[in-house]
């Protein structure tokens, strides 16, 4: 018998790895909780946290522009840096493991998946917010494999998993902000229409119109010292009129809360202001992961990240690769006039007009920051304060996307200020409200209690530049996205299969024309 010397040398290589790593998972069931060895050898990636009071201290002497920038840069290298064990990144999954791509509500031990306070719904299942938003740039949106798989319910049943793919960050300052200028609609005509029934001693019905948008009707009837509502024809809000503009299924207000969870779950890094001071609520022997100051130098961060552009807008300054041609611009424009035509506008709302572009951390209105955290310690205690917070404008604050066209500083992202109106115009696309979108876009649970066919419109600006698309990133094309939609949309669906083909290739190319663009100068430059 002739031997292949090579093949049975790689055969025998092959027999004592498995051998080897058999005896290795063995040995390392529990995850590794002194971390003195490792803190002697290694350093944390970062080392110093933020102090939120000493952005209160700026904030106090006036110098509220050095707060803001600070905290941005220190938001920024948040955001980018890859986080080790001695950051507190990971959590004790079980079984030896820091991290999982799957929820494991199995692990029940002490200190494991299922056990960590407060409840997770995934993860962690990164080392950095940059590994799940970077695409086609960081801040940017996620790939298929960047989806996070969710079990809300904690039931181990594979069959109640959903999935979520990352969205970009991009104008997620001024979504808040349109969020809660629409909330202050909403509630001021909830307080007239109280104020109404108790003088007349008679039952109102209004309409709830905020910023163009129907979200149903609101009744009450007199009650002893206030009006009493029904919220039964209220449509695509929650009944407490809070405009939440965050997540897919629309459940989050506000981006410190955004950032909180999001730290929490797909990074295992725990605020002091979700668990506590000292506590370690994820098992992995590292406490105060996340400072009061580190979340909000992360959600200033992220709130300043500049609105998406159009390449027709980037053309203007000469920064496309292959500049437009005037054919390619009626075509876009052509495809706009067929997005509307055929009835995508009713949701996907162009352009929402902004009273006011200032971003405040924290927010002005109280239904977007906490008055006492998670952990339920006071956010003024911490110096977190309503009446000092950090500040910008989003029409010219931004300190990124900043380039030198023709001799002359051009912010790219800022929001641009209406000519004939008051304010300043977000196109954001949507209506920031939640829709009914038919049974194929049900999921196996009702994760919100909203409905389980039910989704925020998603705010297309960006789109062209962040496949995949859909809240799990079933669509690799905005084809398949568009005729995905059902429910309420089901008719603009139709519309678009039974369109002429070049009108349809328009409309591709007008969605495509929905870009990001990130670069220019450093940032203080």
């Known amino acids: 018998m002739i031997i292949n010397h090579s093949s049975f040398v790689r055969r025998i290589k092959i027999v004592g790895l498995v051998a080897l790593i058999s005896g290795l998972t063995a040995a390392t069931t529990a995850m590794i909780f002194d971390l003195s060895l490792v803190g002697k ?110 079990d809300p319910e904690h039931s181990g049943d594979v069959r109640k998993m959903i999935q979520r793919n990352p969205p970009h960050i991009f104008g997620a300052g001024a979504l808040q902000r349109v969020a809660e200028e629409m ?71 506000s981006l410190r809360d955004f950032n909180r969870g999001a730290m929490h779950n797909e990074l295992g890094m725990q605020a002091i202001e979700l668990v506590g001071e000292g506590v370690d609520g994820d098992g992995d022997g590292v406490v105060n992961e996340m400072t009061v100051g580190d979340i909000t130098a992360l959600t200033i961060y992220t709130a300043a990240q500049p609105r998406p552009m159009t390449k027709i807008e980037i053309n203007q300054f000469g920064l496309l690769p292959a500049p437009l041609t005037i054919t390619d611009v009626r075509e876009i424009q052509h495809g706009q006039s067929v997005f509307n035509q055929i009835g995508c506008a009713t949701c996907h709302l162009q352009t929402m007009t902004l009273l006011d572009p200032i971003f405040r951390e924290p927010s002005n209105n109280p239904n977007y920051r906490d008055s006492r955290f998670p952990s339920g310690a ?61 049974t ?48 309420e949309a089901i008719v603009s669906a139709d519309n678009f299969r039974r369109l002429a083909t070049q009108d349809q290739l328009d409309l591709m190319l007008f969605l495509d024309n929905l870009t990001l663009i990130k670069g220019g100068l450093p940032v203080g430059f």
Not at 408 to 427: K, M
């Open 41 to 150: 050898l290694h350093a944390p990636v970062k080392p110093a946290h933020v102090d939120q009071l000493r952005f209160l201290s700026l904030l106090q002497a006036g110098q509220g522009k050095v707060a803001f920038e600070k905290a941005f840069i220190q938001g920024d290298i948040l955001f980018d840096s890859q986080l080790n064990s001695l950051d507190g990144i990971g959590a004790n999954v079980g079984q030896g493991q820091r991290f999982t791509r799957l929820p494991r509500a199995d692990l029940t031990g002490p200190g494991e998946w299922a056990t960590h306070f407060p409840k997770r719904s995934t993860g962690p299942n990164a080392q950095a917010c940059v590994e799940c938003h970077s695409v086609p740039a960081t801040d940017g949106a996620g790939s298929i494999s960047a989806n996070a798989i969710r």
């Open 183 to 253: 909330t202050e609609q909403l509630h001021a005509l909830r307080a007239n229409l109280g104020r109404s029934v108790q003088l007349s001693g008679m039952p109102a019905t209004i309409d709830l119109l905020a910023k163009g948008v129907n979200f149903g009707r609101l009744s009450a009837v007199p009650g002893g010292n206030t009006a009493v509502f029904s919220t039964v024809g209220v449509e695509g809000v929650n009944s407490d009129l809070v405009v939440r503009p965050f997540q897919w299924k629309g459940t989050v207000a």
């Open 378 to 438: 006071l956010a003024r205690a911490a110096g977190v304060r309503a009446d000092m917070p950090i500040q910008f404008d989003l029409s010219r604050d931004h300190p990124g996307n900043i380039f030198v066209i023709r001799n002359a500083l051009v912010r790219l992202g800022a929001l641009r200020r209406l000519v004939n109106a008051p304010g300043y115009a977000v196109d954001l696309y949507s209506d920031l409200k939640r829709h009914y979108m038919g």
């Open 440 to 487: 194929g876009l049900a999921e196996s649970i009702d994760e919100a209690g909203t409905g389980a066919a039910t989704w925020l419109t998603k705010p297309l600006w960006g789109v062209g530049m962040t496949a995949p698309y859909m809240h799990d990133g079933r669509a690799t094309t905005l084809t398949e996205a568009i005729l995905e939609h059902g429910g």
